[in-house]
């Protein structure tokens, strides 16, 4: 049994997720309610105000590389 869960994440929130899994960003987004509806999913923790992606939210974008393809055609 799969305890995945989907996600149905905005354009918006796919982006931002994707600046987040290079650990040599600076950290920042122009839009902090993105980070914000991130962490609320548990796929962003922020530690000393810098958004970090956790292991789940690694996965999601993984998992939902498919949907970036469709969203980009």
């Known amino acids: 049994m799969s305890n995945d869960v989907d996600f149905d994440l905005s ?3 796919w ?3 994707r600046t987040l899994r290079n650990p040599a960003s ?3 987004l122009s839009r902090v309610y993105l980070v914000e509806s991130l962490v ?3 796929l962003v923790v922020v530690n000393d105000g810098v ?3 956790t292991p ?3 996965k999601v974008l993984v ?3 498919c949907r970036l393809l ?3 055609a």
Request: charge should be neutral; aromatic fraction near 0%.
């Open 56 to 58: 789940g939210g690694r």
């Open 51 to 53: 958004p970090e992606m």
């Open 11 to 13: 354009p918006d929130q």
């Open 26 to 28: 600076n950290g920042r």
């Open 40 to 42: 609320k999913l548990g």
């Open 70 to 72: 469709d969203l980009a």
């Open 63 to 65: 998992r939902g590389s």
């Open 15 to 17: 982006e931002a997720l």
